[in-house]
């Protein structure tokens, strides 16, 4: 039990407050300069940036295998073991079969067939008045090249994506965790697709994508992955390969209209796209958090922290850490200094943080170059509502075309 005086926010992850806008939350738990613990839940929350920088340089401290959302931590839901939840060294051994795709060279390999999937997604669009920027730009971009490394078609990547949707982001008012009958529906029917798709890939290694044959045929410490285990990676590349990224560009959007001299600046200079996208990154963390658990026993800002507690990394919350940023709550993508926690750190460090940051460019420069000027539909614009991740889910823009 803690009995630390310094607390003085009552904060619980799956609050209505918590789960809307958590801005004013988290600034009230930085100021109490240490970590924030949450009884209820036997967890400590890091809000600063210097609290989860230091914690995620503790491989050894840290376990992975119980989740990496708050769901899956503190409500017990289920944990697809992937090399994303597993421990050193194993997490090296299985990452490693992946990390040629991702690194800055691998990416640049793929970077025309990158370049034309943005192009072509982006062209029914053109002339259009109206243009909902998640849903029928960014979000199909990205899940329809996560489907591809996997060996999905277009068709079942967009169908995977709504479900992942259903899954992820839908909640109902005082719902705590994916517990609702259509989070539940949704997991279900992807759980039903992927079966059936990696029944092809056991028939015809061919249809399994680059990323999913390697997986597929890899042997790590004398085993192969069965079908479960293979459905486990299929879901969890098909997630993160498609949820993050494309909130963090249609946002980019939203901020831009908000701050109309940047924006002319992005719309007269298109080489700023990445410095925008980046800054979104940081100032809106589409990966509000992320959840651990100690198994070792350490020290944060004068708080113990012991083996088995619990430990959600807010990022949304350092990325804003007035300690580490200048006017860390003013979105400016002419920012210099200090580099954010967008990406996390450590032996969990992004694995598609290139390839994340190249795609959020290619999709905001492909606007800007068909674009003479856009802005919000303010009832058009959708923020996620949930505890793992935040950012916009919808977001209409008015078009003016050149």
């Not at 730009?137 to 591809?148: A, D, E, H, L, Q």
Request: proline residues 5%; hydrophobic residues 40%.
């Amino acid at each position: 039990m803690n009995d630390d005086t310094r607390l003085t926010v009552d904060y619980d992850p799956f609050s209505h407050e918590a789960m809307a806008e958590p801005a004013d939350l988290y600034k009230a738990m930085r100021a109490e300069g240490c970590p924030h613990w949450i009884g209820k839940y036997n967890a400590w929350a890091l809000t600063r940036f210097d609290d989860l920088r230091s914690a995620s340089l503790k491989n050894a401290a840290l376990d992975f295998t119980h989740g990496q959302t708050p769901g899956q931590l503190l409500l017990g839901e289920p944990v697809p073991t992937t090399f994303m939840t597993m421990n050193v060294p194993d997490n090296r051994k299985w990452r490693g079969l992946l990390d040629p795709f991702y690194t800055p060279a691998g990416v640049e390999a793929e970077r025309p067939r990158l370049e034309a999937l943005v192009r072509d997604e982006f062209a029914p669009l053109i002339g259009r008045d109206t243009v909902d920027i998640y849903h029928e730009f960014t979000s199909r971009v990205m899940c329809i090249n996560s489907g591809y490394n996997l060996g999905l078609d277009h068709d079942e990547a967009v169908a995977c994506r709504k479900l992942i949707d259903d899954i992820l982001l839908y909640r109902e008012p005082g719902q705590v965790g994916a517990t609702s009958p259509v989070n539940q529906a949704a997991a279900q029917q992807l759980g039903g697709l992927l079966h059936g798709h990696i029944a092809k890939m056991r028939r015809d290694p061919m249809r399994a994508g680059p990323h999913g044959r390697v997986l597929m045929e890899a042997e790590v410490d004398g085993r192969r992955l069965d079908d479960g285990e293979l459905l486990n990676y299929l879901f969890s590349l098909l997630v993160v390969g498609s949820e993050t990224t494309p909130m963090a560009a249609a946002g980019t959007f939203y901020y831009l209209a908000r701050h109309p001299d940047q924006k002319a600046a992005v719309l007269a200079d298109p080489s700023l796209a990445r410095a925008a996208f980046l800054e979104t990154c940081r100032f809106d963390q589409p990966t509000n958090m992320l959840a651990r658990r100690a198994r070792a026993d350490f020290e944060l800002s004068g708080c113990p922290i012991k083996a088995g507690d619990n430990l959600l990394f807010i990022y949304a919350s350092a990325n804003r850490d007035e300690s580490r940023f200048e006017r860390a709550d003013e979105y400016d993508i002419f920012r210099t200094g200090p580099q954010d926690i967008s990406f996390g750190v450590g032996a969990h460090f992004c694995l598609g943080a290139y390839l994340a940051t190249i795609m959020g460019e290619l999709m905001v420069q492909q606007l800007i170059h068909h674009a003479a000027d856009f802005e919000l539909i303010e009832d058009g614009v959708e923020r996620a509502y949930g505890e793992h991740l935040s950012g916009f889910m919808t977001m209409k823009l008015r078009m003016r075309w050149k």
